[in-house]
């Protein structure tokens, strides 16, 4: 995430979107004003929401469900909330489930974009909208995409990881561990990264050792997968891109096994708990702040457009445009900003309310908190 201060839409529709106002397990939205509640009109329209997994992050079911859940009831939507579990028969199958049920809209956060393709043709061939969540279904159809500048996010994370080096040794050895091939955020962050790091790759500044993807974005295989790269290296390295919070908790403890952590810089992203914690250990250099409320609130006033039928109020809102190479066309998009978090920057996170500093500030944290003043 780049910009120092969190940004919000405010360009699109009277959109109000104000991090500040909620904690990760917060179940209250923007509040039911009358200005929230506009697009729904208070129809009780039935909206579909299918989020992917819990087992690689912990940010759907502690972030992205209690935050969408308060959002579309705030715009008098009628939500089904449910989870894949990473299963993409399961997703499916509860895909089928809310398209006989009747949803106006269906909000998709997929395992994989071949499920999500699928999933939208058959929704949208029952007249019901279709917005990707999160993540874009690359060769399918959905009408909208809500998200983050991806591309940033990664550019954040090799950001990162430059200023972490940047008295390093000529040609320090940099490891990448990427996220799911299948998920089209993961090649986005990839390339992010990329824009930042590969002129230093090519100058010779760092060596790039391995860059490598893990299916599903599966931690403990993340881990071993690093582990591997490590001992191939003799051993040696310097910095570790690490795609997000929980892969770099992976290579963190395979660090603690070598008497390395805290003395190899590690990105990551989601500012979860746990990679929040590491970060005042200084265990993990950065992660990026995304705040998912911003994401949820925007979803939740599009689909409250979309259940109405105004699709004009929907087009206004998504005025961003995102390139799905696969189909070849173009989705109109809402793409959000997000923020690199260093260890300085942790109190960014607990003032805006993503986090409570309960959860980070534990008896091993607790004289970093109150160091930084994190209360």
Known sequence: MRSKTLASIAVTAGLALAVSACGANSSSGTGGTSESNSAGSGSGAKVGVILPETKTSARWEGFDKPLLEAALKAEGLDPDIQNA???VQKFSTLADGMINNGVKVLIIATPNAEVGASVAKKAQAQGIQVIDYDRLNTGGSSSYYVSFDNVKVGELQGQGMADALKDAPQGANVIEIEG???DNNATLFADGQKKVLKPLYDSGKLKLVQSQPIDDWDNQ????VF??????????????????DGLAGAVITVLKKVGLNGK???TGQDATPDGLQAVLLKDQYMTVFKPIKEEA??????AGFLAKGDTAGADKLASGSTKDTKANRDVKSVLL????I???KVKVVVDAGFVKASEICVAATQAACTELGIK
Do not use: C, M, Y
């Open 85 to 87: 579990q990473g299963d």
């Open 180 to 182: 799911a091939p299948t």
């Open 221 to 224: 295989k993340g881990g071993q």
């Open 227 to 244: 582990e591997q790269i490590l001992t191939g290296n003799g051993g040696k390295v310097d910095g570790v891109v690490a795609a997000n």
């Open 264 to 266: 190899v810089p590690v």
């Open 297 to 302: 609130e925007a979803t939740a006033k599009l």
């Open 337 to 340: 900003t997000s923020q690199l």
């Open 342 to 344: 260093t260890r300085d």
